[in-house]
C-alpha cells in the first residue's frame, strides 16, 4: 500500500533527531530568555523533555505539557528576544508531535526551533541581522542528514515579508540544498 500524497516518511527516530537538532538550536537562545526570567525553568525544562525523548524516552502527554508551558512562557514575558527564545524551547519540545504530512505548516514546525532561536539572538544583540544570519548558519551546519531527509520530503517554504518569515525560508533552503545565507547587510533592501 503507497502513501497518500499529502503525507510523509516519519517514525519515532526520524523525530527523535529532529528533536535532538531542535533542542541544540533551541538551548543555544535560552540565555536570551533566561536573562529576563531567571526564576521561569519552563522554557529550559521544555528543552530537557525533548532531550530525554531523542535519547530514546517515550513520547508522552508530559512532553505535549511541556511545550505549552514553554508557549505560555513566550506569551507573559513581555520581551520580543526573551518571547523569541522561549517559543523555539516550546517548538522543539513540541517537535515529537509534528504530523507526518506534507505541508508548509509542518515544514515550520520542523525549522521553527532554528528560526526563533536566530531571532532570539538576534533580537538580543540590538536586532543586528547579521547575528542571526549567523545563526542560520549554525543551523545549517548541524542539521543531520535525517532533518534534511525529512525536510525534503515537504514543501518548501516560500520568501515572506517578515524577518521570521526571512529566517524560516533561509532555514528551509540552506537544510534542502546545504548552502548558507549570505550575510545579510550584503543584500540588497
Known amino acids: 500500500m503507497g502513501r497518500?500524497?499529502?503525507s510523509i516518511t516519519l517514525n519515532l527516530e526520524s523525530l527523535r533527531a529532529l528533536g535532538s537538532w531542535a533542542a541544540d538550536c533551541a538551548e543555544r537562545a535560552l540565555s536570551v530568555y533566561e536573562t529576563h526570567a531567571d526564576s521561569d525553568s519552563r522554557p529550559r525544562a521544555a528543552i530537557e523533555g525533548i532531550r530525554g525523548f531523542a535519547r530514546g524516552g517515550k513520547r508522552t502527554a508530559q512532553l505535549r505539557s511541556l511545550a505549552w508551558e514553554a508557549n505560555a512562557a513566550a506569551r507573559e514575558i513581555?520581551?520580543?528576544a526573551a518571547a523569541a527564545a522561549a517559543r523555539a524551547a516550546s517548538l522543539a519540545a513540541a517537535i515529537a508531535y509534528?504530523?507526518?504530512l506534507a505541508?508548509?505548516?509542518q515544514t515550520k514546525h520542523i525549522v521553527g526551533p532554528a528560526a526563533y532561536a536566530a531571532l532570539a539572538i538576534e533580537l538580543g544583540r540590538d536586532g543586528d541581522p547579521s547575528?542571526?544570519?549567523g545563526e542560520v548558519r549554525w543551523a545549517i551546519e548541524h542539521a543531520t542528514s535525517e532533518v534534511r531527509e525529512v525536510l525534503q520530503q515537504m514543501p518548501a517554504r516560500q520568501a515572506g515579508n517578515s524577518r521570521?518569515?526571512?529566517i524560516l525560508y533561509q532555514l528551509d533552503a540552506g537544510i534542502r540544498s546545504r548552502t548558507l545565507p549570505q550575510d545579510s547587510r550584503l543584500r540588497p533592501v
Do not use: A, F, K
Request: charged share 20%; net charge negative; aromatic share 0%.
Open 98 to 100: 509534528t504530523h507526518p
Open 131 to 133: 547575528i542571526g544570519d
Open 4 to 6: 497518500e500524497s499529502n
Open 103 to 105: 505541508t508548509v505548516h
Open 78 to 80: 513581555g520581551d520580543p
Open 164 to 166: 521570521l518569515d526571512t
